[in-house]
């Protein structure tokens, strides 16, 4: 004979009813403690400097989380967003995603230790910013058409420099060789700093970069940037957007914000409205201005998440045809 206790029957049935709402009571209370925030790069890169800017904002808003920033640099972003990925799904840890990460690596590396969608939340994007080419101001490259002229069998292979395989420039430069044919070959570097010293001392012809690491170089009247991969030309540099030459070409290094999956969405809803609110910001949108940043196309989570498949499907056909591959 089966005996049945009520006492634990109804108190496992109002376990199972509590607990709705004792997660909704959960996010409700959200944040009690600063939430850690990963970046996949080194302290002073172009990600460390977004985050830290939007985390700031909206630290300052009313009502605004506080953040943790830590640091997790390592195989192309791969270990910090990793570790993002590998993180409890409650809203307390949560970091930036990129054009590396999560455009160019899932293509580059036959092993990714992450899935770049199933594996995360998206939550907003959070800047868009140009690429450029540039030469040494004494390179007789004088104008982007004349770099464009350098195709053909009897053309000399240029050495184009970047920050590194897999990078936003790395990226650009191999979609123009193979838009507009020029003939040239990827020299990479750790970090900027030494693609633009062996550029301005003039052992490398040309440098493909964040506009913003280019703009100073080409106002000290070292450099000459040849044209911005933009769709509209930009404040403050003085050259043609490179789609006007070679129809379609538009590039862009991006931030997004992201957490590991299955994070509540009141929670992905409320950091999403944050980072819309600090976009409106003046402080904010002056220091985007600054840098040479574009605010963000749209701040919803919908919008991020369908951002990072169209990038997966950007790029993998140029990683393809590149050759591009990081074991």
């Given at each position: ?136 101001a004494d390179s007789p490259i004088r104008t982007l058409a004349d770099l464009l002229r ?39 570097y750790r970090g900027s700093s030494g693609a633009w010293a062996d550029l301005l001392g ?82 904010l949108r002056a220091r985007y201005a600054e840098l040479n940043l574009i605010l963000p ?31």
């Amino acid at each position: 004979m089966i005996r049945i206790d009520r006492r634990r029957l109804l108190a496992g049935a109002a376990m199972l009813t509590a607990t709705p709402f004792a997660a909704r009571a959960q996010d409700a209370a959200w944040p009690s403690r600063p939430i850690k925030y990963i970046v996949p790069y080194t302290p002073g890169g172009g990600s460390d400097i977004v985050s830290r800017l939007v985390t700031a904002t909206m630290s300052g808003l009313p009502g605004g989380p506080q953040f943790v920033i830590e640091n997790r640099p390592g195989a192309g972003g791969n270990i910090g967003v990793k570790a993002l990925a590998d993180s409890p799904p409650d809203g307390y840890t949560i970091g930036v995603i990129t054009i590396a990460t999560h455009g160019v690596n899932p293509t580059l590396y036959p092993n990714l230790p992450f899935d770049p969608v199933n594996d995360f939340t998206m939550i907003s994007q959070l800047n868009l910013q140009p690429v450029v080419v540039a030469v040494n101001a004494d390179s007789p490259i004088r104008t982007l058409a004349d770099l464009l002229r350098n195709t053909g069998p009897s053309a000399r292979e240029l050495t184009f420099g970047s920050a590194g395989n897999g990078l936003s420039g790395h990226a650009a430069g191999e979609l123009l060789r193979q838009r507009a044919g020029v003939k040239m070959i990827h020299v990479p570097y750790r970090g900027s700093s030494g693609a633009w010293a062996d550029l301005l001392g003039g052992r490398i012809d040309l440098i493909v970069d964040n506009v913003a690491t280019a703009v100073p170089h080409a106002q000290s009247g070292r450099a000459r940037i040849l044209g911005v991969s933009s769709r509209q030309p930009m404040p403050g540099v003085d050259a043609p957007t490179i789609g006007s030459l070679v129809p379609g070409f538009v590039v862009d290094s991006w931030n997004v914000l992201a957490g590991p999956k299955g994070m509540p969405m009141p929670i992905v809803n409320r950091l999403a409205g944050w980072v819309g609110q600090a976009m409106e910001v003046p402080a904010l949108r002056a220091r985007y201005a600054e840098l040479n940043l574009i605010l963000p196309e749209n701040t919803s989570p919908d919008f991020a998440a369908t951002f990072i498949r169209q990038q997966i499907a950007m790029w993998a056909p140029v990683v393809r045809e590149a050759g591009m591959r990081v074991d």
